[in-house]
């Protein structure tokens, strides 16, 4: 069975395994996820992770970060949804919390932050706030 909204399920995965404190998640591996998360690591938002590819299936163990008991992730949300997408030009890309939230946007040089996107000059669409 597919999912209708493979990135909402890879936020909600996080968050649940955030929740219950576990050390890492295992996802099934796509090439979207895997730069979703290579995003949250260089962000800082995650310790790291692993993809292991058999053929065309595979893989991604995303191992959390916490500082002592709390998690460093405090919230993910998406915001382009299948129903209702989200289109932002660079100058549109919001900025929150002071800066330590990380918009995530998908354009077409790639799945990249929003700090990265704004430098470059470019928006694409929005698909989720990371803080």
Request: some cysteine.
């Amino acid at each position: 069975m597919g999912f209708s909204d493979p990135i909402a399920d890879y936020l909600t995965r996080i968050r649940n395994g955030l929740t219950a404190k576990h050390r890492y998640v295992d996802l099934g591996w796509s090439k979207m996820k895997e730069r979703l998360s290579e995003i949250l690591k260089e962000e800082g938002l995650i310790d790291d992770y692993l993809v292991k590819k058999e053929g065309t299936k595979g893989v991604i163990r995303i191992y959390l970060k916490y500082t002592g008991r709390n998690a460093v992730l405090q919230g993910l949300k998406r915001v382009s949804k299948p129903g209702l997408r989200r289109y932002v030009t660079a100058e549109e890309i919001p900025q929150f919390f002071g800066g330590l939230g990380v918009p995530i946007i998908s354009t077409s040089q790639g799945v990249l932050a929003g700090r990265d996107a704004r430098q470059r000059g470019i928006g694409g669409e929005l698909l989720c706030l990371v803080w």
